[in-house]
């Protein structure tokens, strides 16, 4: 009976045995991950000056990366925004009938290029004047029936054409200069306005390739900057710890846990650098903003997006490219330098 007994409670223990190995096993990789973790974070501090001059080039990185991003988007903006106002104006001679107006009018439209068109008469010019000169008293003042009379009889008609490509209006000039209607009612004075800021819209449109250009090119110095100081931190950690690393193969420690601490410490390196970078580059272009938008250059598009609930993406995006880049950086030093440790 005492034997029964006896066999019993070793099962019993077994039992329990394989249920606390089970467990343990199925706990065992959180418990791994934590220390790399751990280890990884002592590591960082261990190097702090070069883990700082990593952390600081990495955020210069990024910073240069959102404001090539930034300087190519606004420019652009701006240079279409320009076009999107731009209008040709053709004048007619004064007193133009509203019908041959309407008749160029219909004539124009049925261009593909064309955008919208407005006509206005020379009574309709006058008005146009006087609203735009409401607060001149002086002008006002001196503006009796004569001097209106006058005027309007002096005025030009005027066709106000907006196009969806300003760079491609051949097809229009060709029906203003050739079209009989139209030959006959321009005005002997004053000639279409074809080019009126083509000139600024040429520079912005340059200014933001020039931006992308040259960003990208600072973009890469800096990225390469970057990833060799961390190459470098990695290096010399693993010379510093290389007994360590040693005693660690030893007793059987897999490829993962040695390597796992030197991409932590360089994943720290990038997170802090997204956070100092998101940061930075936020309130920087928060500060410039009303001064460019004084300028004239169109900021609304950048604008929407930092002050929406996609402010949270932008800094998660610079977190992962921080992440990223030294993940990489430590993957590379790691591959050449842990197995002469």
């Known amino acids: 009976m005492g034997k029964n007994e006896n066999e019993k409670e070793l099962k019993k223990a077994t039992k329990h045995g394989l249920k606390v190995m089970r467990q343990s096993r199925k706990y065992h990789p959180v418990r791994k991950e934590s220390r790399i973790v751990k280890y990884g974070a002592k590591g960082f501090f261990r190097n702090i000056w070069l883990s700082s001059a990593a952390t600081i080039v990495m955020s210069i990185t990024m910073i240069i990366l959102f404001v090539t991003i930034v300087a190519s988007v606004i420019l652009t903006s701006t240079a279409e925004m320009m076009k999107d106002k731009i209008d040709i104006t053709i004048y007619f001679a004064p007193k133009t009938s509203d019908e041959a107006l309407e008749q160029m ?18 009574e309709q010019e006058y008005n146009k004047f006087i609203e735009e000169n409401a607060e001149s008293e ?12 006058l005027m309007i009889s002096n005025m030009q008609s005027t066709m106000r054409i907006k ?12 029906i203003v200069e050739e ?3 139209f030959v006959a009612n321009l005005d002997d004075e004053l000639e ?20 992308r250009t040259g960003g990208i ?5 800096f990225l390469v900057i970057s990833i060799l100081i961390i190459f470098s931190t990695i290096r010399m950690a693993i010379f510093s710890r290389r007994e360590e690393i040693y005693m660690m193969k030893l007793v059987g420690a897999d490829k993962r846990f040695i390597r796992g ?10 997170v802090i650098a997204g956070l100092i970078s998101g940061v930075a580059s936020y309130f920087g272009f928060m500060f410039l903003a009303p001064k460019l938008s004084g300028y004239g250059i169109d900021v609304s598009s950048i604008t929407n997006i930092l002050e929406s609930n996609q402010l949270i993406l932008v800094f998660l995006a610079f977190i992962a490219s921080g992440i990223i880049i030294g993940r990489i950086s430590a993957m590379l030093a790691v591959s050449k330098y842990l197995h002469k440790a």
């Open 261 to 270: 601490p030197f991409l932590v410490e360089a994943e720290i390196c990038g």
């Open 105 to 122: 009018k219909t004539i124009v439209s049925e261009d593909k290029n064309i955008k919208s068109v407005v006509v206005s008469n020379s």
């Open 192 to 211: 279409p306005t074809y080019d009126v800021n083509q000139k600024e819209i040429a520079t912005i449109t340059s200014w933001a390739r020039i931006a």
């Open 217 to 221: 090119i600072l973009a890469v110095v």
């Open 179 to 181: 079209n009989e209607i």
């Open 138 to 149: 002086d002008i006002l003042e001196i503006l009796d029936e004569e001097m209106k009379n």
């Open 163 to 174: 196009v969806y490509d300003i760079e491609n209006i051949d097809s229009i000039k060709k």
